[in-house]
């Protein structure tokens, strides 16, 4: 809209209706200075104006005029504390995890530490806490923001993108609220008394008539602590929170976990008829208007942002211009080259219909240079850019006007020994074309009747489409299919869109560890995996997107250049459940609906090891574990077991506590 300018108080800006969506992203109110003051005034003002009965927050402004509420978001809001004394300590984002970007690697925030966040949030007077996130989903189509965020949005939520149970986060922290509810009275009508035991160490009483609760804290990221209250001792692991309902028992331990850990596997396709590998048809995209004629459907003597021209209606935008250049033209005799600055996420260039390159974004730098060496020659020359977002900014000051696209300059650079001359192209006319034909024609569909040819289907092609029938997977686990492979392109099933894909983006080797320490602040790179892998190759086919009898059909559009030949589709569903926990408490196996079907390792004393490679310790209990939870759990879709020595017998582990280890395969 002609003189928009975001969150300042100008009428095309201050809608109403709008406004009841965005009144908590004022958090970014500082960089527009009394403007973007003014707005957040206006915002409470109207927002009161509605009369809906209920209070209104704005998330993250400090400032927030009242009566609206301020709330906090973030890996840690136990410090907060509310502008106005009578407002609620509320945290309404507590990020679960983080997402992940195009070219980067698989974010992790571990267990032990959300459970921290949220016990110590509590304890610190905290009245509401809403996970962000705490279901993980797919960004289907063009719904991923970006710059280049990927379209798995799975966040290392409690519920993973494809709906299962992300165990042990969803069970630690289930059990976590469970004790806080147990506790909600006197959480919400005791008087609050705190002692400060030293070295980040402390207690809180929630004390009524009737009874109170208390909460031991141990902030310190290093050591334990040993905390003597009302004569009983407790020892309280390094960066944990203890609750104590009665304030005698332990009732919960953030960092001690006694829930199963789930090793998710994917499964080949068991569909009947269908072939290990899929039977590619193709095309290609029809591109001869925009590479040899330069022809689109508007022009304009400038360089125009890719937002303005296709008004987010499509990831590409075509920009074709003409050069003409005389027999004995200076520059013909030169090395000539071709120089783009710009912003577009990923750049394809064209001159004369010959394909001379592509570049993209890297490091989280959009604005870069492509250079080739051209050979134009005399006449009229075509030079055609396909520039590619990949996920617009939607977030944070000014994110509307953060470029995209082509701005320029673009030149033509000659040169030999003498000299350098350079032909600014900026001003000359460029005629735009957005999106692809293949998208107008919607070759996606199903029911498309474009022709397709199964002889000699190409790889490693740019600019190309395949396509290719499959059987849905039998049973009801999630569907994903596999596109290691190929390099950068979209994906349909059945006409679905399920997404943007780019698995030749590759994170760098750097910066993962194998394993993860809880301990201590978390931030978005500290706990990483996927080291020198795809950012992205696995991607959810909901099941209502498939035929259950019958072809499905799987098209991809292929801008970069990929092999299609390994692309598979598979199940995902529980491999395997793990437990490591100490005596005295009660562990719960489950398979998620599918049956145990083998102990593959139990051993109660001091083993070792993590899920997948346990090991066992220098003490053992003296009955067979491995029988006794084979009787027990095998045949069972869950089982309980409680874990004490009058079940497995006592091993003779001086100076450790004794823990019970187990591998069941689902």
């Known amino acids: 809209m002609p003189g928009m300018v975001f969150r300042t108080t100008n009428k095309a800006f201050m809608m109403q209706n709008f406004t009841t969506m965005i009144v908590d992203m004022g958090n970014v109110m500082g960089p527009y200075g009394e403007s973007g003051k003014a707005y957040i005034k206006w915002c409470a003002n109207m927002a009161q104006s509605l009369n809906v009965g209920v209070p209104w927050i704005m998330c993250q402004q400090n400032d927030a005029p009242q009566p609206m509420l301020n709330t906090c978001n973030g890996f840690y809001c136990d410090n907060f504390v509310p502008n106005n004394p009578n407002t609620p300590k509320m945290w309404t984002e507590n990020w679960t995890g983080w997402f992940k970007q195009w070219g980067g690697k698989n974010p992790h925030r571990t267990t032990e530490d959300v459970a921290f966040s949220v016990a110590r949030f509590f304890q610190r007077g905290g009245t509401f806490n809403n996970y962000y996130m705490y279901h993980g989903g797919t960004n289907f189509d063009r719904t991923a923001g970006g710059p280049y965020i990927t379209t798995s949005y799975d966040y290392d939520a409690p519920l993973d993108e494809y709906g299962n149970l992300n165990q042990p986060k969803y069970g630690h922290l289930k059990q976590l609220h469970d004790v806080l509810h147990s506790m909600e009275k006197t959480l919400t009508y005791g008087n609050i008394s705190t002692i400060d035991f030293g070295n980040s160490a402390s207690a809180t009483i929630y004390k009524t008539e009737e009874g109170s609760s208390c909460f031991f804290g141990n902030g310190n990221e290093n050591s334990d602590a040993t905390i003597s209250f009302r004569g009983e001792s407790y020892v309280v692991p390094a960066w944990s929170i203890t609750i104590l309902p009665d304030c005698k028992n332990e009732a919960y331990n953030t960092a001690k976990i006694t829930t199963q850990t789930s090793m998710m596997v994917k499964k080949p396709n068991e569909a009947e008829d269908t072939p290990s590998t899929l039977k590619w048809s193709w095309r290609p995209e029809n591109m001869d208007n925009f590479l040899l004629k330069g022809k689109g459907e508007s022009t304009q003597t400038q360089l125009f942002d890719q937002k303005v021209v296709t008004n987010d209606q499509s990831d590409y935008l075509w920009y074709m211009t003409t050069v003409k250049f005389k027999k004995r033209d200076p520059f013909l005799g030169k090395n000539m080259s071709l120089r783009v600055n710009c912003t577009a996420h990923v750049l394809h260039a064209f001159v004369n219909g010959k394909y001379i390159g592509n570049q993209h974004a890297e490091n989280g730098k959009f604005n870069y240079i492509f250079e080739k060496d051209v ?292």
């Open 375 to 666: 050979k134009f020659k005399s006449g009229r020359n075509v030079i055609a850019l396909l520039s590619i977002t990949v996920g617009l900014a939607n977030y944070g000051a000014f994110f509307e006007s953060k470029p995209a696209g082509i701005t320029g300059p673009i030149s033509i650079t000659g040169r030999n020994v003498d000299e350098t001359i350079v032909k600014d192209l900026s001003a000359h006319k460029w005629s735009y074309k957005t999106g692809l034909n293949g998208f107008e024609n919607q070759l996606f569909r199903t029911e498309s009747m474009s022709k397709w040819s199964v002889e000699s289907v190409p790889f490693n092609r740019t600019m190309t489409w395949y396509k290719a029938t499959f059987n849905a997977p039998l049973g009801n686990d999630p569907v994903v299919v596999d596109l290691l492979g190929l390099g950068k392109g979209t994906a349909w099933v059945n006409g679905n869109n399920i997404g943007r894909y780019w698995p030749a983006f590759i994170s760098s080797e750097n910066g993962c560890a194998a394993k993860c320490n809880y301990r201590g602040p978390y931030h978005a790179e500290k706990c990483l995996t996927n080291c020198g892998e795809p950012t992205q190759r696995w991607y959810h086919v909901p099941r209502s997107f498939l035929n259950a009898e019958g072809d499905n059909t799987l098209v991809l559009f292929e801008e970069m250049g990929g092999n299609p030949s390994l692309v598979n589709f598979q199940t995902t569903r529980v491999g395997s459940v793990c437990a490591n926990v100490y005596e005295k408490n009660t562990i719960e196996l489950s398979c998620d609906r599918k049956p145990i079907s083998a102990i593959k390792f139990a051993s109660f004393g001091n083993p070792d090891g993590n899920c997948g490679s346990f090991e066992k310790g220098t003490c053992e209990s003296s009955n067979n574990t491995v029988d006794i939870l084979t009787q027990e759990c095998v045949g069972k879709e869950k089982c309980f077991i409680d874990v004490s020595t009058e079940k497995f017998g006592a091993p003779d582990c001086t100076g450790s506590a004794r823990r019970l280890v187990v591998e069941a395969i689902c």
